[in-house]
C-alpha cells in the first residue's frame, strides 16, 4: 500500500502539504560513512511507520518552528541518518553521513482529533506518514521522513517514516521518544550512543538457510518489494479480558501469552482462508530479551524467528499453535550471513516473506509525552510487506488492550475479516 | 650567497630609506633644537633675562598675543571634524536550525532544478570552488521545497536578524532605545513600506523626533555609505549617537529560475546581519573600541560597463534575479585601483608617496613602460577587511594589494563560516580579527566594500583600545577552529 504523494496534493483527507529539510546542528567530519551489517541490508525494501496523535491541550502552542529545533537536537545524536545511501564499486550500499537532512512535511486537516479518531479503523492513520521509497536516485533520497498534521482542533499528528535498514521498530521509538522530550525541553542527559556495538548475540549461529527471509529478483536502486499483488490494511482493538482470554484454558498464575494467543488465533483464520497451501511456516518477529538496555544504538537488533507446524493449522487449537509459537528458532545469524553476501546486491523481502507476526506489546509506547501528555492514539505498521501478509500486535491507550494491524493481499481480506468476526476478534 | 646579501642589503636600504623619510620633520627639527639649546646653555641666565627685557614686551603687547593664540587655537579646535567613535558593534549569528550543508543545497537544487541538469551541474561546480564552508545559513523560508519566499516570510527574517543583532548590541554597550538620535539601515533588496527602520522604530519604541534613514539599492557596500552618513550627520549634531543596520534579506531574493549567471548568487549569498553603535560624545571615547580616520567613496557608475555589470533583472521566463557579468573581475580591479588614489595620499606614509610619485612621473616623462609602483598598503595598515563577495573577490585584492595569506584570513575565514552576507560581511571580518586576539590599541584597519553601481568604498579605522579575548561575537563557540584549510576544489 504504498501512496506516494506529491508536493502540494493532498494524500485523502490532508491537504495543503509543505515539504522542507531538516537535519543535525553540527557537521558531520567529511569522509565519515555508515556500513550496514547483513542483517540491515535484507531489511533495505522495509519502511517502518508510526503515527502519533495528540490532543489539542497538549499540541495547540507547538509551532513548526519549535518542532523542527527539536528534531535538530534529535539528529544531532544520529547524525548518520541524515546522510544519503551510495554504492561502492563492488555495489555494496552505505551511507555517505553527509549532513544531506530528512524531509520535514507540514499538513492541515479538516477534521478534528475526535473525529479523525472515531474511525473504527484505524488504518486511516496512515495518511499521517508521508513516505517514499529509497531510490530510483539513492543520492537525493531521505532516509526518514516526518509528517507534522494540524488537526482543526489544534491537535497535531506526528508521522515518523523510517527505512528500515537504519533500524528496527524498537529503534524508532527510542528515537521518537528521544524528540518528544526534546520537543518538552527535558535537557538531554543521555545522548544516544552511536558507536556502540551493532551486533547480536544469537543462541542459533548452526542456521545456514533461513526460510523467514526470501530472496528476489534484483530491484535496482528503486527499494520497494515488488509485489504481483495489491495488499490492504485493517487496524482494530482487542479487549484482552473479552476477546482473547476465551480462546485459551486459564492458567493457574493468571498470565496468558497475549501475543502468542493472538498470533495463534490470526494464523489459524487465515490459514482456513488461504486453504491451498496452508502457511506452515511464520515468522515471529520480537525484541531481543538479551539487548542491553536501554537499546544500546540505533540498529537492527529485533529477533527474527521462524515457526514451523508438521500439522494442519486450520484445525489445530490455538493453544498447539501458541506452543509451536514459543518454540520458534532465531534466524538472524543465518539473515546477517545471507544478507551481507554478494557484497550486499542481493535483494530480499523479510516482512510478508512468510506470514509474519512482530510483537511489539512490551514497547510503551504511550510513554511518549509530550509536555507531559501521552499521546491519545498511536499505530504502526510496516510498508513495503511482502504477499504472505504481516501482523503487528501492539499496546493500546488502555492497558488491558491490544491494537493488531493485518496488511493482506486485498483479495484475501474481506475473507479474513469475516474469519476475524466469526471467532469474535472484531464485531460483527 | 650574494643574491641573498643583496637582497638583505636592498631590505636595509628601504628600511633606512623609510625612516629618513617619514620622520624627516623631525630629523630636521633635532639638530635645530640642539642649537637653540646650546646657545641657551653657553648663554647662561643672565644674559638671557637682559635679552628678554631689551625686547620692550608692554602689556597691551602680551595681551594681544595672548588673545591671538587663543583665537587661533579656538578656531581651529572648532572647525577641526568631530570625531566620530565606534563604540561597539554586534554580528547576528543565525541559529543552528537555518544551516544549509552543501548536500543538503544540491539536493534541493537538483529536486527543483530536474529538468536543467546543466544548470543543477554548474551550481555544483560554483558550490565546489566558492570557498564556503558547512555551516552558512539561509532563511527557514528557503528551506522548503520548492521555497517559499512570501513577504511575510522575508519580514520574519527581517525581524529575526535586525531585532536579534539591535538586542545584542543594547546588551553590549549599555544603550537604551530611547537614547538613539540617529538610525540608519541599509538593505539593498527588501524594501517594504513601512520601511525597515520603521519597523525597528515601532518595535523598540524609539523616540519621535530621530533621524531615520533607509538605504536600499546600494549593494554590498552601502554599509560603509552608511557610516559616511552617519559619519556626516554627526559632524551637525553634536552629542549624539547614530546606530547602523547593515544586513541584507535573501527571502525575497532567491532565485527561482535556471539561468546560469543568475544562480550564482543564490550559491555565495547567505543570512547575515549587523548592528553598530557611533557615536560623537567625549564620554564614549573612553569605551569605544575604534575611531573613524576616514572614509572614501569612489563610484564608477559613469562608465557603461561598470553600470551595467551586476544587474537585476527578469530572465526569459519572468522571474527576478542578479545577474552577474563576466567582466566583474576587472571592473573591481579598476575601481579599486580609484578608490586607492584618493586613499593613497591620505594613509600612506611619506616615503611610500614620494616613491609612487617618483614612478608616477618617471613613467609620464622617461619611459611608459616602467611598471607602475604599487604602494605598500601593509605600512599602513595592520588588519585588512576585504568584503568577502566571492573568493575571486579575495584573490584579486590580495594579488593587487600584494598581501600575504594572513592578511586576508579573516576576510576567507568569514566566507568559510557565514558565505557572503553583503553589506554586514565586513562586520564579520573585524569580528574575526577581534576574536582571534589580533587587535591592539592603534592599530588601523582598512574596510574595503564593493557594490552594484559600480562603487569601491573604504573606511579607515583605528583601534584606541585593545580588545581582549575571548570575545562575545559569532566567532565565540567556533574561533579555536579557525583558521581552517580551505581547498581548491570541495569533492561534493
Known sequence: MGRSQEQGEGQGPIHSIRLSTVGAARPTETGTTHEPTGLDLAMKLHYLKAAYIYSPETARDLTVRHMKESMFMLFDQIAWTTGR??????????????DCGTRFVEGQC?????????????????????????????????????????????GLGLGLSWANIIGDSFSLFYAFNFWTKAITGETI?????????RGFQSPNPTVK??????????????WVTPNNKKMATYCFNLSVADQISPHFPANGDNSIPVFEIIAGIIWKCVAKVRAEPEPVTVTIIKKDPNDLKPNNAIRNSQVISSVQVDFPVAEATVEELVRSIGEAKDERFGIEEI?????????????????????????????????????????????????????????????????????????????????????????? | MSDISSSVKLKYVKLGYQYLVNHFLTLLLIPFIATVAIELLRMGSQEIFTVLYSLHFEVLHILCSSFLIIFVSTVYFMSKPRTVYLVDYSCYKPPVTCRVPFSSFMEHSRLILKDNPKSVEFQMRILERSGLGEETCLPPAIHYLPPAPTMEAARNEAQMVIFTAMEDLFKKTGLKPKDID?????????????????????????????????LSGMGCSAGLISVDVARDLLQVHPNSNAVIISTEIITPNYYKGNERA??????????????VLLSNRRSDRWRAKYKLCHLVRTHQGADDKAYYCVMEEEDKEGNVGINLSKDLMTIAGEALKANITTIGPLVLPASEQLLFLSSLIGRKIFNPKWKPYIPDFKQAFEHFCIHAGGRAVI??????????????????????????????????ELSYIEAQGRMKRNDRVWQIAFGSGFKCNSAVWKCIRTIKTPTDGPWSDCIERYPVFIPEVVKL
Not at chain 2, 397 to 411: C, D, F, R, T
Open chain 2, 395 to 428: 584573490d584579486e585584492l590580495q594579488k593587487s594589494l600584494q598581501l600575504s595569506g594572513e592578511h586576508v584570513e579573516a576576510s576567507r575565514m568569514t566566507l568559510h563560516r557565514f558565505g557572503n552576507t553583503s553589506s554586514s560581511s565586513l562586520w564579520y
Open chain 1, 110 to 154: 479538516n477534521l478534528t482529533v475526535e473525529e479523525w479518531l472515531s474511525q473504527p479503523d484505524r488504518s486511516v492513520d496512515e495518511f499521517l506518514v508521508y513516505h517514499q521509497p529509497i531510490g530510483p536516485e539513492l543520492a537525493i533520497s531521505p532516509l526518514i521522513y516526518v509528517q507534522l498534521t494540524r488537526f482543526k482542533c489544534g
Open chain 1, 189 to 197: 542527559h543521555a545522548p544516544i550512543p552511536s558507536k556502540g556495538d
Open chain 1, 209 to 222: 538457510d533461513p526460510v523467514s527471509v526470501k530472496r528476489i529478483d534484483p530491484v535496482g536502486d528503486l
Open chain 2, 262 to 275: 543568475m544562480l550564482l548568487p543564490n550559491c555565495l549569498f547567505r543570512m547575515g546581519g549587523a548592528a
Open chain 2, 182 to 214: 540617529i538610525l540608519i539601515v541599509n538593505c539593498s533588496l527588501f524594501s517594504p513600506t513601512p520601511s525597515l527602520s520603521a519597523m525597528i522604530i515601532n518595535k523598540y519604541k524609539l523616540r519621535s523626533n530621530i533621524k531615520s534613514y533607509n
Open chain 1, 339 to 428: 544478507g551481507g553476501s554478494c557484497d550486499g546486491n542481493l535483494d530480499f523481502v523479510v516482512y510478508g516473506a512468510k506470514l509474519t507476526f512482530v510483537d511489539l506489546s512490551g514497547e510503551d509506547l504511550y510513554g511518549a509525552r509530550v509536555m507531559g501528555k501521552s499521546p491519545h492514539s498511536v499505530y504502526f505498521n510496516v510498508e513495503g510487506v511482502g504477499e504472505e501478509g504481516l501482523v503487528v500486535v501492539y499496546a493500546a491507550a488502555k492497558s488491558e488492550e491490544r491494537v493488531v494491524t493485518v496488511t493482506l493481499p486485498e483479495e484475501e481480506m474481506e475473507m479474513v475479516k469475516l474469519e476475524f468476526k466469526k471467532c469474535g476478534m472484531i464485531a460483527p
Open chain 1, 85 to 98: 545511501f551510495s554504492r561502492r564499486d563492488s555495489g555494496r550500499p552505505y551511507i555517505k553521513c553527509n
